[in-house]
């Protein structure tokens, strides 16, 4: 049995009615789900050290999560009476935490670490240290619900094929561990930069009809590449370079068998972060409409109309250090 299909019968075996293995990336996460810990009805905001704000913003959540390659998603069922009230909901969470716990404990046991999400916010202490101005009594062991990491259970349930509203008579409860090293970002080395490119060409070839000859940006062009990618495998690249006494930013790929995966707006977003923190204060590019969706949300503009390159669709586009510092700060803002 491979380690998927073991860690999915440890959770059958545990209790759980059901078990699935999701990639990371397609667990659905939104942002707007915070108001809901706002409304503050559980009466842990600002006073559980797992819970928003102090467990972390939207987006450091989600990178929590992406960090991982895998999550495994696990349900209980519970038996109720009558309509459900928020008391005995309430009470039900800390009972699907007590199986998940030493679930855990078996995975980290055996090498496999990760990150859990319970049902309802931590409750390894009878009372938060946060409500008496102390530290953490459990540091390594806390873990944050589902709304913390911004999920849509919802959805999540219907991913997994697993049934979701209750009615009178069974109630439904969800948590997930996230194991496995997943994609990380780095700035390339220099001697990685004509594979980086042979890269960049063979897609570009493939997919966009542009000739790979293109592609290589020699030395005097002063090119920055950067990548991601997961156990010594590229799964992507992009670059900044110089073009007409300008700075660019170009050559972005992320292979075909790793898309829709959100590695893209992950690379993209480091690599602006380390281009800035040069010196640089604005870049130049010109990119496709998936691309173009991306960088709108770092602050970049529009700068001309579109035009044809090779037979696709392509916007020209800039985007400032102050831009995107505003951006990112409106972003942190929102969230």
Known sequence: MDRDNEMISRALSAGFCAAKILPSGAVPIDFSFLRYCEENLCLQYDANYSCPPLCGTPKEMADRLLSYEKVLVVQSKWPIRGKLSYENYAGLKPKHNRWMLPLVESFRKDGIDGLMGGAGCCDLCDRCK???????????LRFS???????????????????????????YLFGFYAFGRGPVCRRAKPSEYDALGELAGEIFSTEQGIPKE??????????????????????????????????????????PEYRDRH????????????LFSTGVTETFMEVRETTAHILKKLGAKETGDPFDLFGTPCLPMSLSRDDYCAAIAAEKKVL
């Not at 946060?130 to 390594?140: I, N, S, T, V």
């Not at 959805?155 to 697993?162: H, I, Q, T």
Request: with cysteine; glycine share 8%.
């Open 263 to 274: 590695l893209g707006s992950r690379l993209v977003r480091f690599a602006i972060d380390d």
């Open 145 to 171: 619900c589902l709304s913390a990491y911004n999920i849509n259970v919802k959805e999540l349930a219907a991913l997994c094929g697993m049934d979701y509203d209750w009615n009178e008579e069974t109630l």
């Open 130 to 140: 946060r409500k008496d101005g102390l530290p953490c009594a459990h540091p390594e």
């Open 214 to 255: 293109l592609t290589p940006l020699a030395k005097e062009r002063r090119p920055l590449w950067w990548v991601i990618e997961q156990d010594g495998n590229i799964l992507g690249c992009v670059a900044a370079f110089e073009e007409d006494g300008r700075q660019h930013m170009g050559r972005f790929v992320i292979l």
